[in-house]
């Protein structure tokens, strides 16, 4: 659904880690070093030598990453859609051994972030060599970075070993924020017809227009490549200062019509839109194609500006 950001894009907040409370933590310190140059695609710690015939990640341009995990083999940089810097722990013999292990590398990357963190654990196939992942993110008081580090098992086909695995993405992890409970309401008319819609959209196919939403007005739908989106409007706005008024009176109301298994996020500026929002359900954030609630503020001319209503299937 999101991608990793690049210098210009995503900065609702930075991503900088503080540095470990235990300085003598070798794991700790090498690690948030690391994991700080993420932002900057590892640049201070790639290596010019380029790796050839990685049976690991085969087919893969492979580059070495000048950095020490205790208790892992040196790093890899690996030019993925995300790069990602790789690093592995001794074959094991037995799935417990395995578990345990990421049991205890997941708790010293816990004690590097301060507590700081978001663990989140994917369903994987039986059927491939990844048999368990752990995910971890960032986190701070008002939310969240897309988790950029993950923990993973993998079975080998060739001798049943089993090897666990650290990856960290490269690029800044675009920032989720968590929704307020009891939030003031503004508009009880706009909550009241907007809930049940938001139930639909969640729960039922694309049709064309959901719903009566005043003082939103449906325009019709936009259909992509990959998307459909349902359009709301809300017209006739001048000047500037009334237009963002409105936009953070109206995203108020939305935060109050979502429950907390929502998240939101701000989407980089493009063309008239002066601000954007979107809304997304937490448990689909790393979905490619998961539904998105989107309210725009769009400067349409001389001091005229609309607020934009999207419904992104």
């Not at 010293?108 to 752990?134: C, D, G, H, P, S």
């Not at 580090?149 to 990856?167: A, C, G, Q, T």
């Not at 907007?194 to 139930?199: D, E, G, M, Q, T």
Request: net charge positive; proline share 4%.
């Amino acid at each position: 659904m999101v991608i990793f950001c690049n210098a210009t894009t995503c900065n609702a907040q930075d991503f900088i880690i503080p540095k470990p409370k235990h300085k003598k933590n070798e794991f700790a310190k090498n690690f948030i070093k690391l994991l700080n140059d993420a932002p900057n695609n590892f640049n201070e710690f790639k290596e010019n030598s380029l790796k050839k015939n990685d049976s690991t990640y085969p087919n893969k341009k492979i580059f070495g990453i000048n950095a020490k995990i205790p208790g892992a083999s040196g790093g890899k940089l690996v030019m993925d859609t995300i790069p990602f810097a790789a690093f592995s722990f001794p074959k094991i013999n037995t799935i417990e051994e395995a578990e345990s292990l990421l049991v205890n590398v997941s708790n010293q990357i816990i004690e590097a972030m301060n507590q700081r963190v978001l663990l989140a654990k994917n369903e994987v196939n039986n059927n491939t060599i990844l048999k368990k992942q752990v995910k971890i993110a960032y986190r701070l008081k008002n939310g969240f970075f897309l988790h950029n580090v993950f923990l993973e098992i993998f079975k080998s086909n060739i001798d049943n070993n089993y090897e666990l695995r650290l990856k960290i993405n490269s690029g800044k992890p675009p920032f989720f924020f968590k929704i307020i409970k009891n939030e003031p309401v503004s508009s009880f008319m706009f909550v009241s017809s907007f809930k049940p819609i938001l139930s639909t959209f969640q729960k039922n196919p694309w049709h064309d227009c959901l719903g009566n939403i005043e003082p939103f007005k449906c325009i019709g739908t936009k259909k992509g490549k990959e998307e459909v989106t349902v359009i709301y409007t809300k017209s006739d706005i001048k000047e500037f200062q009334n237009g963002r008024k409105e936009f953070e009176n109206w995203f108020a109301n939305m935060r109050v019509c979502m429950s907390d298994n929502y998240v939101y996020y701000i989407v980089p500026n493009s063309g008239n839109k002066i601000r954007e929002m979107a809304f997304i359900k937490f448990d689909d954030i790393d979905k490619k194609h998961a539904k998105t609630l989107h309210l725009s503020l769009i400067e349409k001319g001389a001091d005229e500006y609309i607020i934009e209503l999207d419904f992104v299937y």
